[in-house]
C-alpha cells in the first residue's frame, strides 16, 4: 500500500502539478491515517471501511483536533481513494458518506447518569461473554480512556490490590483508578473467565475476543451498539461517547479541571476545557426544563 501511497503523491506532483504546500498538506493527512491504521487496526489503507474513516476522524477530535482540521483530513482521503477507485484497487470508495461538520462544531452527546447505568446493566455475567462485555463497558467509564487504549491494555496493565489501571498512550502512561463495581467486574473477568477466552496460554492481551485474540476498535463498537439497542437508549452511542459522559458527570460532581486533564490523558488542557462548555449546556438545559418561570 506505501507503493499507491507513493504513487498518489507522485500522481499530485507530475500530473495534477497541485502545488508544493497542497501535495504536503494531502500526503500528511494520508500517511498519519495509514499509519493509525495499520497500528490500530492491523490493517491497510486499501482494505479500510467506512468504520475505519470514522475511528480515524474521532481519533483525531481525541487529540482535540478542530472540526476544520478533521475536514481537511476528510478531503484529503476523499481525493485519496478517489485515485485509488480510478486505478482499480479499489471499485467504490470508502469515505464516500463519511461527513465531518464544518464550521462551529456541536458539542459531544452525553449519556444521562440513568443512561449510563442502564447501559452498564445489559451485559448478563451468566456466561464468559456476559461478564468481559460488563468488565470493558465499566472499565470504560470508570476510567473515560479511549477505545484504543481499552483494547490496548494488557494484563500487565491491571493492579486488582490497588484498584488501578495504567493506560499508555504514546510515550506518556497514566493511572487511574476504579471505582467498586468496576472493580469487581473486571476482578471476575480476570480470575473467572479470560483463561478460559484465550486462544494461546500466553496471550497479553487483557481484552479478547471470542476467537482469543486481542479486542478490536470495530468489535467494540459492535459490542456497545448491541447494547445500546438492548437498552433502548435512543441516543447515537460510540466508544467516545463513553468517555464524553466520564468528563462531563466528573465534572459536575465537582472535579477539578488539571486532575480531569490527567485522568483523560490531554496533553492540553483547552481540550478538557471543551467539558465545562457540555456542564454550562446540560445545566441550562435542566433549568430551562425545571424552572417554573423559564
Known sequence: MLDLIGAYENYLTKVKQASGNTVSSYMRDIRQFAAWLHDEEETEAVDAQPLHIQGFLAHLESEGRSAATRSRALASLKNFYGYVVSTGFLTESPV????????EK??????????????????????????????????MYATGIRVSELIGLDLDDVNLDSG?????????????????????????????????????????ALFV??????????????????????????????????????????????????????????????????????????????????????
Open 96 to 103: 464516500k458518506e463519511v461527513k465531518v461538520e464544518r464550521g
Open 209 to 294: 475476543n471470542i476467537g482469543g485474540a486481542r479486542m478490536s476498535r470495530q468489535g467494540f463498537w459492535k459490542i456497545l451498539k448491541h447494547y445500546q439497542s438492548t437498552a433502548r437508549i435512543d441516543k447515537e452511542i460510540t466508544p467516545h461517547t463513553l468517555r464524553h459522559s466520564f468528563a462531563v458527570h466528573l465534572l459536575e460532581n465537582g472535579a477539578d479541571l488539571s486532575s480531569l486533564q490527567e485522568l483523560m490523558g490531554h496533553s492540553d488542557i483547552s481540550s478538557t476545557q471543551l467539558y465545562t462548555q457540555m456542564v454550562d449546556q446540560h445545566l441550562k438545559q435542566v433549568y430551562e426544563r425545571c424552572h417554573p418561570k423559564a
Open 164 to 204: 488501578v489501571i495504567k493506560c499508555q498512550s504514546g510515550k506518556k502512561s497514566r493511572a487511574i483508578p476504579l471505582y467498586p463495581e468496576a472493580l469487581k467486574a473486571l476482578t471476575a473477568y480476570i480470575r473467572e473467565v479470560r483463561s478460559y477466552l484465550l486462544a494461546v496460554p500466553g496471550e497479553k
Open 106 to 139: 456541536k458539542l459531544p452527546q452525553v449519556l444521562t447518569s440513568r443512561e449510563i447505568e442502564l447501559l452498564l446493566a445489559q451485559p448478563s455475567p451468566v456466561d464468559p461473554k456476559g461478564v468481559r462485555d460488563k468488565a470493558m463497558l465499566e472499565v
